[in-house]
Structures are given as C-alpha cells and as structure tokens.
C-alpha cells in the first residue's frame, strides 16, 4: 500500500528523487526544460517527515520551464544533458554555478527557442577514475591496443 512522501498542491509534480549520502559533501543539481540549473549545498534543505509541503528549490517561470532532473553530485562528478532534439553536453559539475535555495539558475545547456532539455545523467568521478578518464574527463592512452569488436562492413 505505501505511505504518502510529500504533499503537492495545484499542477506541482515529483520531477525527480536524489538519494543523499550524508557523510560526503553532496551538492544538489536542479536542471530545467530550457536548459537552465543549478548546484546548492544540501545543507541548505531542512529534513522533513513523511507528507510534508516541500521546499521551493528552483523558480519554475517562463524563463526557466519546470524541472526534469535533480541529482546529487559531489565534485568531480561529471553531468551529461541530452535535449529532445539530439543535442547533448558532457560538463564538469564544478562548472554549474553554486547557488542558494529558491533562486533562478544559470544557463547549463544553450537551447534553440523549439528545443528541451530531455534526460540528464551523472557520471560519478569514481566511474571517470575507474576508466582511466583524465581531470578533463578524457581517456588518458597508455599505448595498449584494442581489438575491434566487429570488422567493418562496406
């Protein structure tokens, strides 16, 4: 049967849930349709029991549209933003601006006026490392050679 998590009011909805590891400090990232998000301190979220009103994270205007992502990142982690038209942006999660609770963002994915963001995706910087990805997040070579998985067809 369950348990109601949070009370919404009006057209509000649940744009998404991030699990927070509390020993690590963890940023939240709000991204929005039209490419605009943000990092805030987790700190800055009181805890709230079960059926409670919420906080206002993002100001959902015309400017920004509505949330279609929250995560919970740390630093080094890297953010990957695919709009509905294809485009997609591999970014450093440092370099989403670290804002306070209830503000507007800032641009995280330029957009044409036609385009949305669809699909955000984290990849943590234990992954990067574990692949060998360089600071900038690129394969570091180390001169090992790689068979193909299958011969090109002409």
């Not at 205007?61 to 995560?71: K, L, Q």
């Not at 995706?121 to 990805?133: I, K, T």
Request: proline letters at 1%; zero cysteines; glycine letters at 12%.
């Amino acid at each position: 049967r369950g348990v109601r998590g949070i009370k919404l009011e009006g057209d509000d909805r649940v744009a998404g849930v991030a699990a927070v590891d509390e020993a690590d400090h963890q940023w939240l990232l709000t991204v929005t349709e039209n490419g605009y998000g943000k990092r805030t301190d987790i700190g800055d979220y009181r805890v709230q029991s079960r059926n409670g009103k919420g906080l206002i994270d993002i100001k959902t205007n015309e400017r920004n549209g509505r949330s279609v992502a929250v995560e919970a990142v740390s630093s080094g982690d890297h953010l990957v933003v695919m709009s509905g038209e294809g485009q997609i942006l591999r970014t450093r999660v440092d370099d989403v601006s670290a804002v306070g609770r209830n503000t507007m963002g800032v641009i995280v994915m330029d957009l044409d006026a036609r385009d949305g963001v669809s699909t955000v995706d984290v990849v943590p910087a234990s992954v990067l490392e574990a692949v060998g990805a360089g600071e900038d997040g690129e394969a570091e070579a180390d001169g090992t050679e790689v068979e193909p998985l299958a011969e090109d067809e002409e």
